[in-house]
């Protein structure tokens, strides 16, 4: 069965910094992209970035390009994201989300990480 | 950027009834939609991809139509579960590009 549980989540000052990180199992990890998700309060959901099974491509929306960067460790199954210089407008649950039936499509999620940037 | 438009934002209906949730994307994206269900506290869940192509373990009253611009999920007879939240999602450009549309809350009447 498929499993993906993300953690480092937490109450962040404006400026600051948070490394999330997603434990994958139930799947050969390194066979399919990999991406986050997040989903302010009471909103609907953006796509964050994702990644080439082998890390050679990653991508990102425009609105956290130069201040996050995903990664992978296929050796330990995990994903991870890297934000920077976090803002208000960051505040959000964030999920990891596999492409394993479907390329393109996100078939499972985690249950989320709640990052909240307030000082 | 390919926009995603939903419609309508809320579908007030009672169980048993036929629900019909549309989005409309701003340019041709062939059959590259798919669709999600969130219920409330819960990560979303893939319904159908590829406009009509049923996830693994979906129920047959959940069916997805269209291709070019404009896409429909049905939901034939609204259980009580149903009742929630949808997304569409488009991967035409993926990758790198995901794009979701704003949602439609299925409501009970």
């Known amino acids: 069965e498929v499993h993906l549980v993300e953690s480092g989540g937490g109450l962040v000052q404006p400026g600051g910094s948070l490394r999330l990180s997603c434990a994958a199992s139930?799947?050969?990890?390194?066979?399919?992209?990999m991406s986050w998700v997040r989903q302010a309060p009471g909103k609907g959901l953006e796509w964050v970035a994702n990644?080439?099974?082998?890390?050679?491509?990653?991508y990102y929306v425009d609105s956290v390009k130069g201040r996050c960067t995903i990664s992978r460790d296929n050796a330990k199954n995990s994903l991870y994201l890297q934000m920077n210089s976090l803002r208000a407008e960051d505040t959000a649950i964030y999920y990891c989300?596999?492409?394993?039936?479907?390329?393109?499509?996100?078939?499972?999620w985690g249950q989320g990480t709640l990052v909240t940037v307030s000082s | 950027e390919i926009v995603l438009t939903q419609s309508p934002a809320t579908l007030s209906l009672s169980p048993g009834e036929r629900a019909t949730l549309s989005c409309r994307a701003s340019?041709?994206?062939?059959?590259?939609l798919a669709w999600y269900q969130q219920k409330p506290g819960q990560a979303p869940r893939l319904l159908i991809y590829?406009?009509?192509r049923r996830a693994t373990g979906i129920p047959a009253r959940f069916s997805g139509s269209g291709s070019g611009t404009d896409f429909t999920l049905t939901i034939s007879s609204l259980e009580p579960e149903d009742f929630t939240v949808y997304y569409c999602?488009?991967?035409?450009?993926?990758?790198?590009?995901?794009?979701f549309g704003g949602g439609t809350k299925v409501e009970i009447k």
């Open positions: 590829d406009a009509s």
């Open positions: 340019q041709n994206i062939n059959h590259y």
């Open positions: 999602q488009q991967r035409y450009k993926w990758p790198p590009e995901y794009t």
């Open positions: 139930g799947f050969t990890f390194s066979s399919y992209w």
């Open positions: 990644i080439k099974q082998d890390g050679s491509e990653k």
């Open positions: 989300a596999s492409n394993i039936v479907a390329a393109g499509y996100l078939d499972y």
